[in-house]
């Protein structure tokens, strides 16, 4: 009988080596049909390798796409919660900023009424800054819901850049909110018709969106009043405009917009918002605006989420 117990204990040995092995009646158990072993044929050709592993190092996936946080993603599904964590102070509620934080991100600041600009208390409300007495913009006023600082440029940033197309409706609502009170002192006949600034096709087939064309459509949707968000068109790329001057800007893109000739009826005669995402110099609300104009649009106001300030005049994040 040893000779038998010392023949199973090795053969017990190698099926073991192979991912299998003998149960108490001696029959061998986790090998199926053809030699395979039970968890499938892959274990079994792992177990007919020398010195194979019983686990082989798993491939390096693709990672999965996240859902943009300002939707809630992975936890709001797993927690059956709506909403997502605030931006900025981490509580979970239903807005990418929330209530409590708004009024200390986003406080109403005294701005210039042609070009957006955050001015000092003591000027006089309602009056130009200095700059557009001298040289007043192409567009007739300009409305800015917030200054281009944190958190709001790193949101900016993440909308443009980062896929997180998302959080266009929360930002839309900011930009309606502060824009509501100009669209409401208006007669019917006079209410805007809403347009965005457009996007090179190389540069709109590289993002997926233009993030002018969302902010516009939610503003529209939010104060009811009608959109064409595709009225204006770029028909030729420029390089990025970040760190040039005024000057430079303007020639760059000098004679780059047009308007769709399918859609031009629309907007003649028709005072027109103009929305987008970022004013630093005003050049290309500039232009946009002299396109417009050209095409038989009464008047233009410029309707941006955020405002570059004076270098000098910079506010710092309420804290």
């Known amino acids: 009988m040893q000779p038998r117990r010392r023949r199973q204990g090795r053969e017990a040995a190698e099926l073991a080596r192979q991912g299998g092995g003998l149960g108490r009646n001696g029959r061998q158990r986790g090998v199926g049909h053809g030699g395979k072993t039970a968890s499938g044929s892959r274990l079994g050709a792992m177990g007919r390798r020398e010195r194979a592993q019983y686990i082989d190092r798993m491939p390096a996936l693709p990672r999965p796409r996240h859902q943009p946080p300002a939707t809630g993603g992975f936890w709001s599904w797993l927690t059956g919660l709506p909403g997502a964590p605030c931006r900025t102070c981490g509580r979970w509620q239903g ?53 281009y600082v944190a958190p709001w440029n790193g ?25 509501a009170p100009t669209v409401r002192r208006l007669r019917p006949t006079e209410r805007p018709l809403v347009v965005a600034a457009p996007l090179s096709t190389s540069r709109l087939c590289e993002r997926g969106y233009n993030q002018a064309a969302l902010l516009a459509q939610h503003v529209a949707r939010a104060l009811r009043l009608s959109c064409v968000p595709h009225a204006l068109q770029k028909t030729r790329h420029t390089d990025r405009l970040m760190g040039l001057s005024a000057d430079e ?31 630093t110099t005003g050049a290309t609300l500039d232009e946009l605006t002299r396109t417009l104009e050209a095409a038989g649009v009464r008047s233009v106001s410029a309707w941006v989420l955020a405002r570059t300030p004076a270098p000098d005049r910079a506010p710092e994040r309420t804290r």
């Open 95 to 147: 807005q990418v900023i929330c209530q409590d934080c708004l009024p200390l991100l986003a406080p109403h600041r005294p701005r210039c009424s042609r070009c957006a600009i955050t001015l000092p208390a003591a000027h006089p409300a309602g009056e130009p800054c200095l700059l557009c007495e001298d040289y007043p913009p192409a567009f007739d006023r300009a409305v800015a819901a917030v200054d």
């Open 155 to 179: 949101l900016i940033g993440r909308l443009k850049f980062h896929e997180e197309a998302a959080l266009a409706a929360a930002l839309g609502s900011l930009l309606a909110e502060r824009v």
């Open 249 to 279: 800007r303007r020639a760059a893109i000098r004679g780059a917009y047009a308007v769709r000739a399918d859609l031009a009826p629309k907007l003649e005669g028709r005072h027109v918002a103009l929305v987008d995402d970022v004013m």
